[in-house]
């Protein structure tokens, strides 16, 4: 039982385009949410937050949404670079567990110049 | 520079053999984190520690040990026990537990 979903495996854009990238998530007690990105033998990087009273955070190109309603966060890259090429994780915490980020499967990027 | 080491890269451990995964950080973090990743399967967390002397275990810790003997140290063991170990195993940390981690660079174990 997953508790964060990225359901879509992968995602192909063409350079300048807007990189959309979803997740979803079952536990109500989830209040902050991240997005890491991941090149190949690497460890993830953070990207951007949101906590659970924000529907929206930017951060130059990346700006991530949260509707709480539909329990749903993406995030947004625009434009999108080349470099951008890389798998994306979603994470989240319930704060109250006390517990480590819960990590979705991963959606690998594909940006093409 | 602060971060976070994990050492080694790449390792090679035979069938039945234990091997130990280093972790050291020097960010001052209280929380410290192992996951790991298999294709398609995202992180999957092994074995956390939110202070010195403490840990819980996470979703995949049958075939793991961990120590916390100290702050900056969180080194993980991968037992005979564990019967899939070939995968790239991640070591984080985190100012307090639930807080944003950050990773170090990963140490890919192959069983041959």
């Known amino acids: 039982d997953q508790q964060v979903k990225q359901n879509s495996p992968s995602l192909s854009v063409q350079e300048g385009r807007i990189s959309i990238l979803n997740c979803d998530y079952t536990n109500s007690m989830f209040d902050y949410f991240l997005w890491y990105k991941k090149y190949p033998a690497e460890g993830p990087t953070f990207l951007i937050s949101?906590?659970?009273?924000?529907d929206k955070n930017e951060d130059g190109r990346f700006t991530v949404f949260l509707n709480k309603s539909a329990k749903h966060l993406s995030l947004h890259i625009v434009p999108s670079q080349p470099g951008d090429s890389a798998v994306y994780f979603c994470a989240a915490r319930a704060y109250q567990a006390g517990t480590a980020l819960i990590f979705g499967k991963g959606t690998t990027l594909s940006v093409s110049s | 520079d602060g971060g976070i080491t994990q050492s080694p890269k790449y390792l090679f451990r035979k069938e039945g053999q234990n091997v130990t995964l280093s972790c050291e950080q020097n960010l001052n973090h209280d929380a410290m984190y192992w996951y790991r990743q298999d294709p398609g399967q995202g992180l999957r967390l092994i074995y956390y520690?939110?202070?010195?002397?403490?840990?819980q275990k996470g979703d995949i810790a049958e075939g793991y040990s961990v120590s916390r003997e100290k702050k900056e140290s969180f080194p993980l063991t991968v037992t005979s026990a564990q019967k899939n170990p070939t995968a790239f195993y991640l070591c984080?940390?985190?100012?307090?537990?639930?807080?944003?981690?950050?990773f170090g660079e990963g140490s890919w174990l192959t069983v041959v």
């Open positions: 984080a940390s985190s100012v307090t537990s639930g807080n944003t981690i950050y």
């Open positions: 949101i906590s659970s009273i924000k």
């Open positions: 520690s939110q202070i010195v002397n403490d840990f």
